[in-house]
C-alpha cells in the first residue's frame, strides 16, 4: 500500500488558535478521509475529501470548525479553528485508491489545546 | 445507521495462548470488512479485508473469518509483539460516504511473555 506522511506528529495549542495538520501521499488516491480518534476511544471520521470538490463532512462535523483543501490527488491539510480543549484528540487521514483496495493510514497528530 | 461492536474491550493472553477476538456488524449492504491493528502513538495498520460470508484470511499467527453478522479474529500461539489494539470496520455498498469506515471501539490485547 502507499505511504502518507502526516505533519506535525503532535502539538500543544492554546485555546482559540487554529491548527493545519497536513498529509502528503506518496502515490495517487482518488479519496483521502479524515478522522478523530479521542483518548480511549476509536476512530470517527470527520470527513471525506476528494479532488476538486468540497468534503463531505459527518453529521456533528462542520466546516467553518474543520476547514479542509484537496488541491491534488497526493495532498490534504485538515485546520483545526477556534480550539477549546475539547479538541484535543489524534487526527488521522487516510487515503483509499477505490476499488477492492484497502485504506491505509497516516501517523496521526496528537493535539493538546490547553 | 452501520453499526460494528468489537469484545472483549481488553484481552489478556499468556504467550502461546490462543484465543479469538469478536466483531458484530450491522450494516444495509457490506462492501467490505476490515481488521487493522493499532500500535499506540501510531496510525492503524492494515491486517485483512473479508467481502464475503464464508471468506477466510491468514498472516502469521492471525486467522480473520467472516459470516453474515459478524466476524473473528482468531490469533494462535501469540507472542508478546502480537500486543496491540486490533479494530473492526466495515464499509457500505453505495451512498453517498463511498469508501466510509465505520469502525469499532476496538479490542486491546496484551500479550504476557
Known amino acids: 500500500s502507499a505511504v502518507i506522511s502526516q505533519k506535525p506528529s503532535r502539538d500543544i495549542c492554546q485555546r482559540g488558535t487554529s491548527l493545519t495538520i497536513q498529509c502528503q501521499v506518496d502515490s495517487q488516491v482518488t479519496m483521502m478521509f479524515w478522522y478523530r480518534q479521542q483518548p480511549g476511544q476509536s476512530l470517527t471520521l470527520i470527513a471525506t475529501a476528494n479532488q476538486g470538490s468540497e468534503a463531505t463532512y459527518e453529521s456533528g462535523f462542520v466546516i467553518d470548525k474543520f476547514p479542509i483543501s484537496r488541491p491534488n490527488l497526493t495532498f490534504s491539510t485538515l485546520t483545526v479553528s477556534n480550539m477549546s480543549p475539547e479538541d484535543s484528540s489524534i487526527y488521522l487521514c487516510s487515503g483509499d485508491r477505490g476499488g477492492a483496495t484497502e485504506a491505509f493510514f497516516g501517523q496521526g497528530t496528537r493535539l493538546t489545546v490547553v | 445507521e452501520d453499526q460494528v461492536t468489537q469484545s472483549p474491550e481488553a484481552l489478556r493472553l499468556q504467550e502461546g495462548e490462543s484465543s479469538s477476538l469478536n466483531c458484530s456488524y450491522t450494516v444495509s449492504g457490506l462492501r467490505g470488512l476490515f481488521w487493522y491493528r493499532q500500535d499506540p502513538g501510531k496510525g492503524p495498520e492494515f491486517l485483512f479485508t473479508?467481502?464475503?460470508a464464508g471468506e477466510e484470511k491468514e498472516k502469521e499467527r492471525l486467522k480473520a473469518t467472516l459470516t453474515k453478522k459478524e466476524s473473528f479474529l482468531h490469533i494462535t500461539a501469540p507472542k508478546p509483539e502480537d500486543s496491540a489494539t486490533y479494530l473492526c470496520?466495515?464499509?457500505?455498498?453505495?451512498?453517498?460516504?463511498?469508501?466510509?469506515?465505520?469502525f469499532g471501539q476496538g479490542t486491546i490485547l496484551t500479550v504476557h511473555p
Open positions: 470496520a466495515v464499509q457500505e455498498t453505495g451512498g453517498t460516504s463511498y469508501g466510509k469506515l465505520t
Open positions: 473479508l467481502y464475503s
